[in-house]
T-cell receptor, first 113, second 111 residues
Framework: NAGVTQTPKFQVLKTGQSMTLQCAQD?????MSWYRQDPGMGLRLIHYSVGAGITDQGEVPNGYNVSRSTTEDFPLRLLSAAPSQTSVYFC????????????FGSGTQLSVL | GNSVTQMEGPVTLSEEAFLTINCTYTATGYPSLFWYVQYPGEGLQLLLK?????DKGSNKGFEATYRKETTSFHLEKGSVQVSDSAVYFCALTPGGFKTIFGAGTRLFVKA
């Protein structure tokens, strides 16, 4: 009954550090995505994947890297953290198809000092 | 381009009051429309959806009707409860795999 699992829940980084946010789903969903949530701006799409080995950029991809080596996992890498990347990050997944609902993880709250 | 505009919050209501949260959209083609809800400290979860014009989505007493002529998908509930306090997001999927979200509307319901 796990659904979409994100780790860690909280993280504090210094400017210039790198880190990876983990996301795993156990529903055999083809589609996975990363969003960031900022006050007054809703959720903005960072990167997404429609299957293992396939990734593409969303609305705000700069400063982030992704890969999809398995159906289950979709990690998000911050290459050199900046204060502008302070945000709450959500991973989401769904079956591949039109009008399919997104299943969200519980989020990672990231602060970059 | 594709976009979603929601009424700004917060919206504060007394228990049993009528709720309307306005949502309008801009999209090419025929998008699917969604309302998601986010409770404190949690991720978003689907509240309801509609996939074509004049469809009505409903769940837990909430309703929204897909109005193509006014490009709107307003969320309504006849009698809100304290437990409905949350942030509500209107969203659309324009036909690909990207879901586009509005900025969210925070609802506070007082006992």
């Amino acid at each position: 009954n796990a659904g979409v699992t994100q780790t860690p829940k909280f993280q504090v980084l210094k400017t210039g550090q790198s880190m990876t946010l983990q996301c795993a789903q156990d529903m055999n969903h083809e589609y996975m995505s990363w969003y960031r949530q900022d006050p007054g701006m809703g959720l903005r799409l960072i990167h997404y994947s429609v299957g293992a080995g396939i990734t593409d950029q969303g609305e705000v991809p700069n400063g982030y890297n992704v890969s999809r080596s398995t159906t289950e996992d979709f990690p998000l890498r911050l290459l050199s953290a900046a204060p502008s990347q302070t945000s709450v990050y959500f991973c989401a997944s769904s079956h591949r198809g039109l009008a399919e609902k997104l299943f969200f993880g519980s989020g990672t709250q990231l602060s970059v000092l | 381009g594709n976009s979603v505009t929601q009424m700004e919050g917060p919206v504060t209501l007394s228990e049993e009051a009528f709720l309307t949260i306005n949502c309008t959209y801009t999209a090419t083609g025929y998008p699917s429309l969604f309302w998601y809800v986010q409770y404190p400290g949690e991720g978003l979860q689907l509240l309801l959806k509609a996939t074509k014009a004049d469809d009505k989505g409903s769940n837990k007493g909430f309703e929204a009707t897909y109005r193509k002529e006014t490009t709107s998908f307003h969320l309504e509930k006849g009698s809100v409860q304290v437990s409905d306090s949350a942030v509500y997001f209107c969203a659309l999927t324009p036909g690909g795999f990207k879901t586009i979200f509005g900025a969210g509307t925070r609802l506070f319901v007082k006992a």
